[in-house]
Antibody
Framework: QLRLQESGPGLVKPSETLSLTCTVS??????????WGWIRQPPGKGLEWIGS???????YYNLSLKSRVTISVDTSRNQVSLKVNSVTAADTAVYYC?????????????WGQGALVTVSS | QSVLTQPPSTSGTPGQRVTISCSGS????????VYWYQQLPGTAPKLLIY???QRPSGVPDRFSGSKSGTSASLAISGLRSEDEADYYC??????????FGGGTKLTVL
């Protein structure tokens, strides 16, 4: 049974860096043909695709976030990580990691439970 | 403002058939597949339809998807109270970015 679990600080100060880790169990991020990705959802609002990564490091990013976002993969720990620089209140959201069903777009067939990150001083 | 356009809300009575539209452009829906998600309150979204009209295993055949040109739609027949949720369409844009609709809140009256 594939499971994904997001972890990281729930509170980040403005202008600092948001860092989250997605730990995958029940599958290997490297011995697979799947991309892995991040999607976020501000409180009470819709979904926003952040980006995706393949085990070889190939990445795709939301163009509106690309300058501030880094997604990386650690095959030894079976983890996918997300960093968002220079955060503002607009980055407050529930952040989901997921396995991408097909290709590299916002097509998760497996989701983590989500991690709420609040940007506030 | 979302790249894909969905109605903010819709409603129906038990047993009824409802449809949710998703409108895009030639660079997204017009040239790439559409996916649909169902999000129940307080939970992560669930994949409902993939590649325009395919259902993952476990999704009832009451749910169906279709695509024509630059628009797609999700149909729910035999509406049930447990179908009350937010529904999102998703796709890929040729500008190399994933895109979502703004979501449609379905109320079962």
């Amino acid at each position: 049974q594939l499971r994904l679990q997001e972890s990281g600080p729930g509170l980040v100060k403005p202008s600092e860096t948001l860092s989250l880790t997605c730990t995958v169990s029940g599958d290997s991020v490297s011995f697979t043909n799947f991309y892995w990705g991040w999607i976020r959802q501000p409180p009470g609002k819709g979904l926003e695709w952040i980006g995706s990564i393949y085990y070889d490091g190939t990445t795709y990013y939301n163009l509106s976030l690309k300058s501030r976002v880094t997604i990386s993969v650690d095959t030894s720990r079976n983890q996918v990580s997300l960093k968002v620089n220079s955060v503002t209140a607009a980055d407050t959201a529930v952040y989901y990691c997921g396995r991408i069903f097909s290709g590299w777009g916002p097509y998760f067939d497996y989701w983590g439970q989500g991690a709420l990150v609040t940007v506030s001083s | 403002q979302s790249v894909l356009t969905q109605p903010p809300s819709t409603s129906g009575t038990p047993g009824q058939r409802v449809t949710i539209s998703c409108s895009g452009s030639s660079s997204n829906i017009g040239s790439n597949d559409v996916y649909w998600y169902q999000q129940l309150p307080g939970t992560a979204p669930k994949l409902l339809i993939y590649m325009n009209s395919q259902r993952p295993s476990g999704v009832p055949d009451r749910f169906s998807g279709s695509k024509s040109g630059t628009s797609a739609s999700l149909a729910i027949s035999g509406l049930r109270s447990e179908d009350e949720a937010d529904y999102y369409c998703a796709g890929w844009d040729d500008s190399l970015s994933g895109v979502f609709g703004g979501g449609t809140k379905l109320t079962v009256l």
